[in-house]
């Protein structure tokens, strides 16, 4: 169609269809590109982000894998060091076994060691070498074959023990809980202990050690052992007989001495009496000191307790002493808790050795002033009392250097005051081991130039109470003048009479005591110390004076010995024994209450004594003459036997009331009298009993036990001192007379 022509309205139609539609499809084409655009977008952000996690999975796959790769290594390493610590463990264990095994060779004693089933596992040489050339010994072989070869084959000595019996007693002991050694004799001579424990899963560990050298050692100590008891039983002997044959002729000594002082001597003789007398005093107290430090060493001190009275015991011990006291000046004073029994059980000869020892050194030491023995104690709540006991003197004293040591074996105080003082140095070291051997401890204050404080506590156990008779009867007296010129002996007699219930009035001496009545004073009850009175008819002055002014009051004179007054005026109501004993002063104050009651309120004068009859049995003629000199004076009818059968006899003839019986005598010893009087009267049936004490140089330990045994009531060692002897013959002059009978019995227990 040519341009300029007119158009075809059809053609013109299709064109513009043909440009719609071609709009069309291209706008539909860029929406389709736009869409596939955007899904491409999309597809490569889903591609990217798979990519991105692939990658990431990757890196942990990696990652991973290198972990896994280290692990790997670390495991090979660990591997590798394992394999090496187990290779250096079993050289160790190797080393081990090997060194363990070497030991066992080295090893003097056998060693094996059986399984659970008792099949031998292992031996070393030792245990194989005893059986050699006798029994094969090898592995697996059973402890019953072991110990049946033992004995089968000739490996030990049997003794003359059949084998099959000795097999059955080895095989039980593996019965029993704890298999106990077994020592076995080889053949040669050779001694070996089996020894056998079970191990853990039931295996069997056996040792046989030899210990023949040991037991070769014990029969030497054994042979040893027999000879030292031979020597100490000759030793014993040889002290027993010492004692005995060094008491007997001192007997008759110190006895004639003490006597011999008594009598009428001029200055001169009486130093040459009283100079034997102190030096056999002596003599037996390093005896005795020799004794008892033998047998304390040997530990062959031995206690024997007994119900005694301790009060008593402690009155007495002051007694002995109060001579030497007397002639130094010195006043001693016992301070007993009134609030204690005065019965208790221990060993009165231990107690009364330990008192002793303590006292008689504060007296030894002591120029002037006072000894006092001061008793307390606290019960316990199992019934016993804690007892303290304490000696205080006013002596020269202990410097501070010196304490440590006073205990000690042969030690003195050695300055140059002290160089006048004899003795063994033996006395506080025997006193500690005694207190230690009771159970106690012992200790000393003392500052020099002021006196000492020696003290020492004890366990005691209180002996069953004694009744005393006549305790229904009041003490009736109310008002008490004391004069004492000891200040410590005046507060403790004031202090016990104010517990009986008087009011007390203390003075310093007779004479303030009379210048105090003469002021109008009222007192049912005068007390006077007469050692500081003077004597003779200055005592007998003073007692005038104090009846003229008190006739009413009770008066009662106490000194360390009775009163010199001349006869005829004695017009005093009674005699206190310094230290004043408890029970004395207590049954003084019952019986002139009793006379206050029946006369009206006048205190009655004791009546005298009744006569005893008394008899000595001794073969030793010397002994038989201090016996008579010692009891002359007393109201006493007195026979002597020379053996135990006279004395045997003459108690069938005499029915003495008192028998002092000597006990190493020809024909029948004191011991066998003893048994025959006891029996004869056991079959009269009548209750007869006769005092009998023992007198003998018998004095070691034991001895008191074997002779009291025997029928005896007391004991007495030898040498004899007067106040010792004449004690129970007063006791027994006390006890018959009318006025009552005493708190105490006539015989205390032996020791008591």
């Known amino acids: 169609m040519s341009p300029e022509g007119p158009s075809d309205p059809g053609a013109k139609v299709n064109i513009a269809d043909k440009l719609v539609r071609e709009r069309r499809a291209r706008l539909a084409a860029e929406r389709l590109l736009e869409q596939k655009s955007r899904e491409l977008v999309a597809a490569n952000g889903r591609l990217a982000e798979h990519a991105r996690s692939l990658s990431d999975l990757v890196d942990g796959q990696r990652q991973d894998l290198h972990a896994a790769r280290s692990r790997a290594a670390a495991l090979q390493g660990r591997n590798n060091e394992i394999e090496s610590d187990l290779e250096r463990a079993l050289a160790a264990a190797r080393q081990a076994q090997r060194r ?114 040991s037991m070769a050692r014990e029969a030497e100590l054994e042979e ?45 003789q009486r130093l040459f009496a009283e100079t034997i007398r102190t030096s056999g005093e002596a003599l037996l107290t390093i005896i005795n000191d020799v004794l008892d430090y033998s047998k304390a060493e040997a530990e062959k001190l031995r206690l024997c307790p007994q119900p005694f009275d301790l009060e008593r015991c402690l009155h007495e011990v002051m007694l002995l002493l109060s001579p030497r006291a007397r002639e130094k000046g010195i006043s001693l004073a016992v301070d007993f808790d009134l609030f204690l029994p005065t019965r208790f059980v221990a060993d009165p000869g231990r107690m009364r050795q330990v008192l002793t020892n303590l006292l008689g050194n504060a007296v030894k030491f002591t120029a002037a ?72 401890e012992i200790w000393v204050d003392s500052e020099p130039g002021r006196g000492s404080c020696f003290g020492f506590r004890i366990t005691l156990a209180p002996a069953e109470p004694v009744a005393a008779e006549g305790s229904d ?32 009035r203390a003075l310093r001496s007779g004479a303030e005591a009379a210048g105090h009545l003469a002021g109008g004073a009222i007192c049912d009850l005068l007390i006077i110390d007469l050692d500081g009175e ?100 007393l109201d006493i009818d007195l026979a002597f036997a020379a053996s135990g059968r006279e004395a045997v006899d003459l108690w069938e003839r005499l029915r003495p009331d008192l028998i002092y019986m000597d006990i190493s005598m020809p024909e029948m010893d004191g011991r066998q009298a003893a048994q025959a009087i006891r029996a004869r009267e056991a079959a009269e049936g009548l209750g ?63 020791g008591g």
């Open 369 to 440: 002033g006072h000894v006092l023995a001061r008793v307390v104690g606290l019960e316990r709540g199992d019934g016993r009392f804690d007892m303290h006991f304490s000696i205080e003197d006013t002596g020269i004293g202990i410097a501070a250097e010196d304490l440590d040591r006073i205990f000690a074996e042969f030690s003195q105080v050695e300055d140059q005051s002290d160089r006048k003082y004899e003795g063994t140095g033996l006395g506080l070291a025997i006193t500690r081991q005694l207190v230690a051997l009771m159970g106690g």
């Open 688 to 750: 007869a009993h006769v005092p009998m004490i023992a007198m003998t140089a018998h004095a070691l330990e034991g001895d008191a036990e074997r002779i009291l045994s025997a029928g005896l009531d007391r004991y007495l060692a030898k040498p004899l001192k007067r106040a010792e002897v004449a004690r129970p013959i007063e006791e027994l002059l006390a006890a018959v007379a009318p006025i009552g009978p005493p708190v105490d019995p006539p015989l205390n227990p032996p």
């Open 224 to 268: 040893a052992r027999t000879r030292a008891e031979a020597a100490s039983r000759a030793k014993s002997a040889f002290l027993a007989n010492m004692s005995h044959e060094i008491r007997t002729p001192m007997n008759g000594v110190v006895g004639m001495a003490d006597l011999l002082c008594a009598t009428d001597l001029t200055e001169e």
């Open 534 to 633: 003077g004597g003779g008819s200055t005592v007998a002055d003073l007692v005038v004076r104090l009846r003229a002014l008190r006739p009413e009051a009770a008066l009662l004179v106490a000194g360390t010995s009775p009163p010199l007054v001349p006869p005829g005026e004695d017009l005093t109501d009674g005699f206190l024994q310094k230290p004043i004993l408890r029970s004395d002063l207590f049954r003084k104050l019952q019986d002139l209450s009793r006379g206050l009651a029946a006369a009206g309120g006048q205190p009655a004068a004791p009546p005298a004594a009744g006569r005893l009859r008394v008899l000595a049995a001794d073969d030793n003629r010397t002994n038989r003459l201090v016996f008579r000199k010692m009891v002359e004076g």
């Open 100 to 213: 363990l095994w070497q030991a066992l060779e080295t090893m003097r004693d056998g060693f094996a060691v059986f399984d659970g089933d008792q099949k031998l596992i292992i031996a070393n040489g030792a245990f194989v070498a005893l059986f050699q050339g006798r029994f094969a010994l090898r592995a697996g072989q059973t402890y019953d074959e072991v110990v049946r070869a033992f004995a089968r084959d000739g490996i030990i000595d049997l003794d003359g023990c059949d084998e099959h019996d000795w097999h059955h007693e080895m095989a039980a002991r593996l019965l029993q809980p704890e298999i106990a050694p077994r020592v076995v004799r080889l053949a040669d001579g050779r001694f070996l202990r089996l020894s056998d424990r079970r191990g853990e899963g039931g295996d069997l560990v056996c040792l046989a050690t030899d210990i023949s050298e």
């Open 473 to 504: 009867c009041p003490v009736a007296l109310k008002r008490a003048v004391i004069a004492d010129g000891a200040l410590v002996s005046r507060s403790i007699l004031a202090r016990q009479l104010e517990t009986i219930g008087l009011q007390v």
